[in-house]
């Protein structure tokens, strides 16, 4: 089984600042890593994943991430962030032997202030 | 290319009834997943459908049921709604099991 943690409910940032989203985990094998964007009233959409290869994954809108296998962890992070980045922010994962079910985290507010 | 459409968008429902939802997955995908997404529980996982066959399922009561049909479209069935069934019910369909996920917008299911 798998789980994900995020630690912050809540992450406000002035535009233009840097910005890093946390996100660990847990699991008995190994997996898929996944961040997803969920703007008001709108589904998931994907900004990055990990599947295999490089740990350092770069996604859309400038975001990228880190697959750090022995912290278990897949950071987020954009070195400038703009008004528009304000959203919901959730970190999923897949067990590779159950790459259908995805396990999200709790959820990050992204709070970006002028 | 369309995207997944989910419908309809928002649902009001009284409590005891029933209520189906619908999924159109995007053209060629054959795996279709169902969440639930409450404020209190976060995200999780309903079930999952692959060339018609569930292949697997959340930790959810009986009440919620799924079913996929030829042309890969989905529905979600919830019987006796519960207050507690109030959420955003997300669909998401993928070409293979371990590509990228495409999410609908949701359905707004209110059970009063």
């Known amino acids: 089984a798998q789980s994900v943690t995020q630690l912050d409910s809540q992450v406000p940032v002035f535009e233009e600042a840097p910005v890093e989203l946390r996100c660990n985990y847990s699991s008995s094998v190994s997996v898929y890593l996944f961040w997803y964007v969920q703007y008001p009233n709108q589904g998931l959409q994907l900004l990055l994943k990990?599947?295999?290869?490089?740990?350092l994954v770069k996604g859309i809108n400038g975001f990228e991430a880190e697959f750090n296998k022995s912290q278990t962890s897949f950071h987020l992070r954009k070195p400038s962030v703009h008004i528009s980045d304000t959203a919901e922010y959730f970190c999923a994962v897949s067990g590779m032997d159950s790459s259908y079910k995805l396990i999200f985290g709790s959820g990050t507010r992204l709070l970006v202030r002028p | 290319k369309a995207g997944v459409t989910q419908t309809p968008r928002y649902l009001i429902k009284t409590r005891g009834q029933q209520v189906t939802l619908s999924c159109s997955p995007i053209s060629g995908h054959r795996s279709v997943s169902w969440y639930q997404q409450t404020p209190g529980q976060g995200l999780q996982f309903l079930f999952e459908?692959?060339?018609?066959?569930?292949?697997n399922k959340g930790n959810f009561p009986g009440r919620f049921s799924g079913r996929q049909f030829s042309n890969s479209r989905s529905e979600m069935n919830v019987s006796t709604l519960e207050l507690g069934d109030s959420a955003l019910y997300l669909c998401?369909?993928?070409?293979?099991?371990?590509?990228?996920?495409?999410f609908g917008q949701g359905t707004r299911l209110t059970v009063v």
């Open positions: 998401a369909s993928s070409l293979v099991s371990d590509s990228e996920a495409f």
């Open positions: 459908y692959f060339s018609e066959t569930q292949r």
């Open positions: 990990y599947l295999s290869g490089s740990t």
